[in-house]
């Protein structure tokens, strides 16, 4: 039998919208999850609210993470991975994000790409080579690109989620003094962790890309 939900259903989005359930409790006061012997009904009715929050969050996190940090600031991989150089700023927050492909990979794949009437890179190289029958007819490759897929989907949402709700944990320690301490440290510590999850999201954002070209540019050509 088939199970109608993928690894990203579970952990992508159950996982950020229990965060989300345990901010509002914190700040809120609303609704009692922690400490709480749930019955079957009430299990069965947080699982569900879990997951329509975790696919609400994943709508902010992808505007703010991918159209806004990516797509303004940091760059996509399919074009940072064929820069002659890194930037110099970014280059040393974001080491790792930023490395390119070795220089003959880049002049291999941007030839291929070139005697099939693809120019350059960005958008239209990226869809080339993601739709290429090299790509799709390698079935291990696909198999690895869904797990990327998986992974930095389930790191993109809940980033977003330990940030925001970290924040929201320390401004409300400011009308709580009998536990300000405390919710400073939880706060914070959330705060931390989604930075830490960014690093992680970007990491497997560029391997999507990494091997989507490299698997391109080794491919043997199709005899005709």
């Not at 199970?3 to 345990?22: E, H, K, Q, T, V």
């Not at 992808?62 to 930037?87: M, Q, S, T, W």
């Not at 320690?173 to 301490?181: F, I, N």
């Not at 962790?193 to 999201?201: A, D, E, Q, V």
Request: one cysteine or more; a positive charge.
């Amino acid at each position: 039998m088939n199970i109608p939900f993928s690894p990203y259903d579970f952990f992508g989005y159950l996982a950020a919208g229990f965060l989300i359930l345990i901010g509002m409790e914190f700040t809120l006061g609303f609704p009692p999850v922690l400490g709480r012997n749930l019955t079957i009904v009430e299990s069965a009715a947080l699982l569900m609210a879990m997951y329509v929050i975790g696919q609400l969050v994943a709508t902010p996190a992808k505007a703010v993470l991918e159209d806004i940090l990516l797509g303004r600031i940091l760059g996509r991989p399919n074009v940072n991975l064929f820069l002659d150089r890194k930037p110099r700023i970014l280059g040393l927050i974001f080491p790792g994000f930023f490395t390119p492909l070795p220089m003959q990979t880049r002049q291999k794949c941007l030839a291929k790409a070139e005697s099939e009437g693809v120019k350059g890179t960005g958008e239209d190289l990226f869809l080339h080579v993601r739709y290429s029958p090299a790509v799709l007819q390698d079935a291990k490759l696909m198999d690895r690109l869904s797990s990327f897929l998986n992974l930095y989907g389930f790191n993109r949402n809940l980033c977003f989620t330990a940030i925001v709700v970290g924040m929201a944990i320390v401004v409300a320690a400011a009308w709580t003094p009998s536990r300000q301490a405390e919710f400073i440290r939880y706060g914070t510590t959330l705060i931390a962790t989604g930075m830490l999850l960014l690093y992680r999201y970007l990491k497997f954002l560029r391997q999507y890309s990494y091997e989507l070209f490299n698997t391109y540019t080794r491919a043997e050509p199709r005899h005709k």
